[in-house]
């Protein structure tokens, strides 16, 4: 059964891929946020919202001020109107404080000076420009800061009701504090085991498969709010329809890198009406991924993932999360500048490249040496042509160890850490003579990992009645 879940989780990857194009659907247009509010963004993914109302004639410097008085912030402005520094976070060089205001879903630049009551979310934020602010809106230009207020819904003041339609989301959902608010999700989310426990009792209920989500099934829970893929067409095409049927719908990022992710759990917690557990989570897995990196160093590895052991597999090309990871871990795919997203490779360009290492996303479970020697045995002989093979470097990752390095969601960090380890074990043995690995991953994978960052996130209460 283990092996069929891991196989549909892999699918469920290569389906990203062949979904090429978004189907044209008849989209319905942005909604005016019917919140007013101001985005602090102190640069690397450290951000505050605080709702507030724009009265007429209020000024961006005017917002900033109040958002300082009720924080106890101190800010700095020099005589020529630029903000110098906000909470002691100062101007950097090319990293500049700014004020942006929210025009159809996307950021622009605005005078501070400027009349800001006809916009609704603005930002002051220390940045490079608009390319580098948290996303204002979701992947189909909806602002997100409307629908919740501590986890509880904003008009009714009752828990949320949510779902869920992939994994990577549901876990991200759950990273930030809202397992206990999914009330439907997908027929693959298994992560944590929370969530397969209550898939099992049915207070979760499976609304339908990763790329083929049942509408009538998700009206039926009467959800308040849907987190969908924004890298899946099925998910933006069921977004469109579900807002038509008045219900709102949150469409996140296709997560290409970790930086997209990251982007992701602030959308998802600010969403839930819970943005502050968005900085703890965040914080948490950027300090996880950058000391395993520091550790690691550059290796500069050739690096070769697929996602079966099959003469001609799937493999991860640039703009991806995997070509993100292995780098951060100090390696390069062997990829990178072949292809766009994930295809399929023949095992000659395979050879072509002589990856230096070879990690195996297998839908058969790997647990035991046996299991492992079977599948090296196995490959093709064109990738035994390979110094990865000839040098032992061939690593195997199944189970719920495949899943961190098939779903874009948070235990990216805990995907990098063993990819670090894989690349440049002598670095981390150095460090602790105990922290050996081997060469496959399971369920188990977790023993493996000491740099994963403990967070903590904001307590909401709940148990609030729901209507009958």
Known sequence: MKSVRIKYAICAVIAVVMVVAVPLVGFTESSADEKQGLVLDF???????????????MTG?????????????????????????????YNLVGVTWGFYALVDGAWVEEDPHADISGYNIVSWARCGGVDSLVPGSDHDGFTYYSYAEDGRDAVTGLDLRIVTLAPSVTETVVAVGG???????????????????????????????????????????NPDIVFCDGGTGQHVTMADKLRKAGIDCVVLNDAVDVSTMYDNIWIVASALGLSENANSVIA???????????????????????LS?????????NRTFMSDIIYSAGGRNIFDGQGSGWFMVSKEQIYAKQPQVIVIISAVPVETEEAYDAIVDSLDPVWKATPAYADGEVYVFSGNAGDILSRPGPRLAEATELLAKILNPEAFLDRDPLDAIPKYFADDYGFYLRYQVDYTLKDVGGGQEEEP
């Open 61 to 89: 410097y005017e917002a900033l001020e109040r958002v300082c008085q009720w924080k106890g912030y101190d800010y700095t402005i020099l005589d020529d109107g630029t903000v110098y520094a906000v909470d002691e976070q």
């Open 43 to 57: 640069g690397y993914w450290d951000m505050e919202w605080t709702e507030m109302v724009f009265t007429e004639g």
């Open 309 to 317: 052991a099959d003469p001609s597999p799937w493999t991860a090309g």
């Open 179 to 221: 397992l206990d608010y999914i009330v439907g999700t997908d027929l693959y989310s298994d992560y944590p085991q929370e969530v397969q426990d209550r898939k099992d009792d049915g207070t979760i209920t499976v609304t339908g498969g990763y790329t083929d989500p049942n509408f009538e099934w998700i009206v039926k829970l």
């Open 284 to 306: 948490a897995l950027s300090k996880t991924i950058n000391d395993v990196s520091g550790i690691a160093g550059e290796t500069n590895k050739r690096v070769f993932s697929a």
